[in-house]
């Protein structure tokens, strides 16, 4: 029979299945007539060995196993190394994981405790130091000073040092400017402050950031979670410093921040020794991450990749947002909307929402996609902040700005997420490190520009520039690679 006549005829397969003690089973099939002059064509029989119907199913189960994981990227395989690393596990080696764990949460804690405080009592320092809108926001340009500064230092300190030593920097830094900040000392000294606690911030950031996604054991998880006990501190924080900006001794609220940063250098020290990270990874059974064959350091190569560009504007821009809606929101809600001094727990009201949507939307995050997801927060987050501009009503203001703090809080742990799963192993720690560093300086710079322009236009100017930025938000995210980058 010619080629081309085979490719026209249609089969059907009638199969019997029958196993006999020759363990085989016969397949029967029959090639329908089809119309060779005068003469029908009838298949013939084939019987195949049972062995060897399982062995062609399983080679293509295989090839077809391997063609999903290329489609899905390393996130199927992050996921049987964690199955994998979970059953060699000891007990006491799960019991330290934890406790690690803990522990970088603490210093995002820290964090969050640091940024919720600014808010409550701007209103405070403005009339003590009777500066007007654009000097007192230069507590944000110094603040974003020290994010930058820490930033770039964070990716040389990091292989200089390591990880244990870094993240301890960073505390004690912070240590030493709230020492400074709490002695309310005149605002050029009071500011320098903020370039110290800026820089700790951003070392004790990145290494807790990149430490989290190094880790095989629900990194996704694990991710959301850290970032919700940073909310859980910037919820916290407010709540103390409304009551210290009351005082008149206002500024020993910062002896509180210094007390639990206090805390955090013992736990950092206890806990991970001044280890270097694959040295803790190796503490808790897991093997050190795979490394890079290029000659070029790991600084050059981290700054060649446009994704990571991309990602740390991003995450500029959000915690910008964040920190700008939790600081400034408070002084508008008192002079555009005549709210009284308790207006400070609106900020909580935020940061709690920021905290609530970090853990409770981890199944709709899954259930929709992490990238189509955020595109949709981002839209809800526009329209709520559209309601606290045009609707004049303080108690749906209260509340619009609390449900934005859900709608935003999922944001940054998926922008994480989805670095893990577009860069290269190797240059993921560092990768972070430099997105969430150069990222924490959106925290000051966002909240500085809203300043400056208040001093010119008003406070009212705030609501338009936060919608505008998160318009700015949603375009970043787009340009954002969706496929993986490799390099040697």
């Keep these: 029979m010619s080629r081309p006549m085979k490719r026209k005829i249609q ?8 196993v006999p003690s020759s363990n085989t089973l016969n397949l029967q099939l029959l090639c329908p007539s089809h119309n060779l002059g005068s003469k029908n064509i009838l298949g ?20 077809s196993d391997k063609h ?23 007990k006491p080696q799960r019991l330290r994981a934890r406790v690690q764990f803990a522990t ?38 110094f603040a974003c000073i020290g994010f930058l500064t820490g930033a770039f230092a964070n990716l040389y300190l990091d292989e200089r040092f390591g990880f244990g ?97 206090f805390i955090n250098t013992v736990l950092l020290i206890a806990v991970f020794g001044l280890k270097t990270q694959d040295e803790c990874l190796a503490q808790i059974g897991q093997p050190p991450g795979e490394k890079g064959t290029s000659e070029k350091s790991q600084f050059s190569q981290i700054l060649r990749l446009r994704a990571v ?11 910008g947002v964040e920190v700008t809606v939790g600081g400034w929101m408070v002084t508008y809600i008192i002079d555009v909307r005549g709210g009284g001094p308790s207006s400070g727990y609106i900020s909580s009201g935020f940061w709690g929402g920021l ?41 749906g203001g209260g509340v619009a700005v609390s449900l934005i703090g859900v709608i935003l809080g999922p944001m940054y742990p998926i922008a994480m997420n989805h670095t893990v799963r577009i860069l290269p192993e190797w240059l993921i ?46 375009v970043l995210w787009a340009l954002v690679p969706t496929t993986a980058r490799r390099t040697q």
Excluded at 385 to 394: K, T
């Design 44 to 63: 013939p029989w084939f019987t195949y060995s049972f062995s060897e119907i399982i062995m062609q199913m399983t080679t293509i189960s295989e090839e």
């Design 68 to 90: 999903n994981e290329m489609q899905v990227g390393s996130s199927a395989s992050d996921s049987r190394a964690s199955a994998f690393d979970l059953k060699a596990q000891t």
């Design 309 to 319: 560009h991309i990602l740390a504007f991003f995450i500029l821009t959000l915690v």
């Design 104 to 141: 970088v949460c603490g210093a995002m804690y820290l964090a969050g405790w640091n940024d919720g405080t600014t808010g409550p009592l701007l209103p405070r320092i403005q009339k003590v130091y009777d500066l007007n809108f654009a000097v007192v926001s230069l507590i944000f340009v």
């Design 11 to 18: 089969t059907s397969f009638i199969s019997t299945f029958s």
């Design 165 to 261: 030593k870094v993240i301890v920097i960073g505390s004690v830094c912070q240590v030493i400017a709230y020492a400074i900040e709490a002695a309310a000392l005149p605002f050029p000294a009071f500011v320098l402050g903020y370039v110290i606690n800026g820089f700790g911030m951003a070392l004790q950031d990145a290494q807790s950031n990149g430490f989290v996604a190094s880790l095989k054991d629900n990194p996704e998880v694990k991710m959301g979670i850290l970032h919700a006990v940073y909310g859980g501190g910037a919820l916290s924080s407010p709540l103390v410093a409304t009551q210290f900006a009351q005082l008149p001794h206002w500024s020993f609220h910062y002896l509180c921040s210094l007390g639990v940063a």
């Design 355 to 395: 905290m609530v949507g970090r853990v409770t939307l981890l199944w709709v995050n899954k259930k929709v996609g992490e990238r189509r997801v955020l595109f949709i927060y981002a839209i809800l987050a526009i329209g709520l902040q559209l309601v606290v501009w045009l609707v004049p009503s303080l108690i």
């Design 429 to 474: 720690t560092g990768s972070i490190g430099w997105i969430a560093g150069f990222g924490q300086a959106g925290s000051a710079l966002l909240p500085f520009l809203t300043g400056a322009i208040a001093s010119k236009t008003g406070i009212k100017s705030l609501q338009p520039f936060l919608v505008s930025m998160m318009a700015f938000l949603t």
